[in-house]
């Protein structure tokens, strides 16, 4: 489906949602009865996103003035605000809480990286993508995410905003409560009074396009604002004697900030949404308050700095402090009711007597996966465990959703995981480009394209390719398949096809160019350490043929070669971000070995390695890299499987590809600091770098060995495209170099 036709229908839905009049809510049960002797008072929390936190500073008025709260029902952001305090949270622990929501915290979907299966690390090592993934049926049609964020990040904030866990009847909470959402399909309101309270947070809060729909009893649910964003009419179904109504009110954008098709969208929400709010205020009584926090134009999207809100809501409750001062409860009578709210809630040390995946996904197995899971059947449940158990699956990329039930049964205590497969796989496409510049004449782009087909037996076996189009190209294309359901261990036949090109330097200056091209097939046995490694060790073989396109003739190797031998390969990946990592360790380990005995035209070896690391106090990196290679023994490399080296953060002042040697090893220690915070991304930095390498004989007469020094400046921002770098270099010798990067050295 087209993103313009995506917009469009999310748009009608919004105005048939938006532009209805609220539904009057259909409680399950009977209203409650008002307490003897004084009216039955309701808080009604309206959504607003971000601007939501501005009910906290009403609630601390409202505890000032011993107000008793007997109900309370929200919407969206209002839900959640609501649901903490009705659960038993303390006023104070919503502030600290709060402080530490970020719009990272909420919306950057993806687990912590080193909790990532190997596999997964594996495929952004190739290559810069930065397009949506597109997702591919096995009957060939195309399909997109629901919602920009799958919720997975924020239903784990929601679980600890809730003290109450698993399914509860709402009317037991040490208040009643009460959350709207939206049902996307018959664009009616679904007022939750029983279940999980993170799941009906998550439904109330899930901005259509933004944050995909909970799924719930074969319900697609969204954001309650669309229909009903301050609920009063729950509230009296309820039983409300006086509502205590606080709308936030939806900001609408300035004519300068609507640019786009989707400024349009939000700007039409935002207004119908205003409207279904006015007809809530018409039915108002006058025995009802109403508390409007200024907040102007505070975002909605400002997670970042929420407690600037708190007090905005105070000084709204104070100018009706009056009426609320005439609902206040005696001291003692209040202090009672508090302890009742706030009493710690016992948390269960009975063990998980069974794990089960319900119902069984219909293509990921679940004894793999239950190899991600560390809660275990004989212990207690740990939520902070369990919350990282459910990251690591969505890690796995094969769920749009993974929620959790605990299932309390006579004889047993199940904890059912619940993973929904992402409607739009199994197989999944996306786009990268990478670019690189000297601003010496030489300037090199590639488009790239990754295609994975997932899933295509029940031992997970998957068809992996990369495709890269410019001045390098290639297309390695794999069948990755596990022996077993546990995906220990796995062979993995293979085609690596290539053409890039060789600058070969006499000193400083580029004198000829080689064309590489290779076609190489081979298959590799291993076996996979779960989120820390790979151990692999194949057969090859191939043709390739060294071409000079330009320049002297300074390696005289233009013949068809044939390459055939084995290889081993380790790689271990702790890194918690591939781009700018700020913690953790990585490298490879690789030895080849060209055997004539298997067809090879050469006999010949070759050893290469990496290492990298990095720590973080505050906004101060400090990290290292080693890499090197070279021939094992005494004989000759072919140029094929020679590595150039040189350029940025590569011996930097270098050119890229500069050092052509026989052997070489290098090290860099770096320092990096966050300039500036970019929410959902990893910021803009400014780095410094000391290198040394030590370099062997020169392939080529003339060319840089022994021991080398350099340096570099350089500013680097992680971007919706990827990471850039725009750096200069000094190295020994007098190279100077400037570099510009999309994507990584």
Known sequence: MAPLRCVTIALAAAVAFASA????????????????????????????????????GVLRVLEEYRVPIDCITGTS???????????????????????????????????????????RKQDELRLNLFSPEIGITDQGSVGFAKGVVS???????????????????????????????????????????????????????????????????????????????????????????????????????????????????????????????????????????????ELGSYSAGDFDNMATTFPIGEAAARKVADRLAALSLAPEQYARRYAERTRPVAVSAAPIDEVRFAPPPRRANPEYLGTLIETKPGEPLDQEKLDRDLLRLYGTEDFEHVSYQLIESPTKRILNIQGVEKAWGPNYLRFGLGLSSDFSGNSFFNLQAQYRRTWLNANG??????????????????????????????????????????????????????????????????????????????????????????????????????????????????????????????????????????????????????????????????????????????QGRPLYVAHPWGGFLQQSGFRTGQLLNERFVYGRVQYMYRLLTVPLFEGLYAGVSGEIGDYGRPLVPGNASGTLYSGAVFLALDSPLGPMYLGWGAGSGGNRAAYFYLGRP
Not at 32 to 43: D, E, H, I, N, S
Not at 45 to 54: K, V
Not at 477 to 487: G, I, R, V
Not at 591 to 614: C, H, K, P, Q, V
């Open 461 to 634: 076996g998957e068809w992996y390719n990369d495709v890269a189009l410019g001045r390098n190209s290639s297309l390695y294309s794999e069948f990755y398949q596990p022996l077993d359901a546990k995906q220990r261990l796995f062979v993995a036949p293979y085609v690596d096809l290539e053409r890039r090109y060789l600058d070969v330097f006499v000193g400083k200056d580029p004198v000829s160019e080689y064309a590489l091209p290779a076609a190489v097939a081979g298959v590799d046995f291993g076996g996979q350490f779960s989120r820390y490694g790979e151990l692999r060790v194949g057969l090859y073989g191939g043709v390739t043929r060294a071409t000079r396109n330009s320049g002297t003739v300074l390696i005289d190797e233009e013949q068809t070669s044939t390459l055939a031998g084995v290889r081993l390969r380790a790689y271990f990946d702790q890194l918690d971000s591939i781009n700018f990592p700020k913690s953790g360790y990585a490298g490879t380990l690789e030895a080849i070995r060209g055997l004539e005995a298997l067809g090879s035209d050469f006999e010949y070896d070759r050893w290469d390695f990496s290492l990298m690391g990095a720590h973080t106090i505050g906004r101060h990196t400090l990290g290292f890299a080693a890499r090197g290679s070279g021939p094992i023994s005494e």
């Open 21 to 56: 009049p609220p539904v009057p809510a259909q409680p399950s049960g009977a209203p409650q009865t008002a307490p003897a002797g004084r009216p039955k008072v309701c808080l009604v929390l309206s959504g607003g996103g971000a601007r939501g936190a501005a009910h906290i």
């Open 77 to 119: 952001m209002g839900s959640l605000i609501g649901a903490a305090y009705a659960s038993g949270m303390t006023i104070r622990e919503m502030e600290d809480l709060t402080s530490r929501i970020t719009v990272n915290l909420l919306f950057k979907e993806s687990p912590p990286r080193e909790e990532v299966t190997i596999r």
């Open 151 to 293: 919720g997975v990040r924020l239903e784990t904030v929601l679980r600890e905003i809730s003290r109450v866990k698993g399914y509860v009847d709402f009317d037991a909470l040490p208040i009643p409560y009460r959350a709207v959402a939206t049902d996307l399909v018959t664009g009616k309101p679904m007022v939750f009074d029983k279940g999980d309270l993170a799941l009906a947070m998550r439904a109330s809060m899930s901005v259509p396009g933004v944050i995909a729909p909970a799924e719930f009893d074969g319900m697609m649910l969204v954001d309650g604002g669309l229909v009903n964003n301050l609920p009063v009419d729950v509230a009296r179904a309820m039983g409300a004697d006086v509502v205590i109504a606080v709308n936030l009110g939806t900001p609408l954008s300035k004519r300068e900030q609507i640019k786009d098709v989707l400024g349009i969208t939000g700007q039409v929400v935002g207004i119908l949404t205003e409207q279904n709010v006015q007809l809530t205020l018409a039915s108002l009584k006058p025995t009802d308050i109403l508390i409007l926090p």
